[in-house]
């Protein structure tokens, strides 16, 4: 199921950028959801190979359609939100049966994952909290779409990149 939820927040994040692309003025929105979805496969992958070298099989799923259009920009930065929150619960809730189950390996493979989500959940927060700072300021839309590549990197040069060793994703 935790191979689905990444592989679903990869689309959903593919249609954001795709909405983000045909949107006027969004190419730092659209860069930002592009490496968003490429980062959510990454993650997906990382747990096929692990179940595999587990001996498990990971299967590929089916995939719903993603949300395909936005409201406002607004919308969009609460769809992220939330998307990351739910994929936040799944892992803890694999965290959780990884101990019941005493699969102390799975459970420090998992780790990773858990404090990758407590940066996402912080990006995607910090995200929100400017928009609403913004509103419909034009100016601050343009800085917002200007400057957002660059809380994405922020982001994974302050914990993410340190757990790592430095290394990227």
């Known amino acids: 199921m935790q191979v689905k939820h990444e592989a679903a927040s990869s689309q959903a994040y593919l249609a954001m ?11 730092g929105v659209t860069e930002f959801f592009y490496a968003q ?7 997906m992958l990382k ?4 179940i595999n070298e587990r001996g498990g099989y990971a299967i590929v799923p089916a995939l719903e359609q993603p949300i395909i259009t936005f409201q406002s920009l607004k919308r969009l930065f609460e769809e992220f939100l939330r998307n990351e929150i ?3 619960e799944s892992i803890n809730d694999i ?5 019941q189950e005493r699969d102390y ?3 420090n493979f998992l780790q990773w994952y858990v404090a990758e989500q407590i940066e996402e959940e912080r990006l995607a927060r910090t995200l929100n909290e400017k928009l609403e700072l913004i509103g419909e300021d034009k100016s601050g839309l343009y800085l917002f779409d200007r400057d957002i590549l660059a809380h994405r990197t922020a982001i994974s040069r302050g914990g993410s990149e340190n757990r790592r060793g430095g290394h990227g994703h």
């Open 95 to 99: 965290v959780h049966m990884a101990l």
């Open 17 to 27: 950028a795709s909405w983000s692309d045909i949107q006027p003025g969004l190419q």
């Open 37 to 43: 979805a490429e980062e959510e496969r990454v993650h």
């Open 86 to 88: 739910g994929v936040s």
């Open 47 to 50: 747990l096929i190979k692990y």
């Open 105 to 107: 390996a799975t459970h």
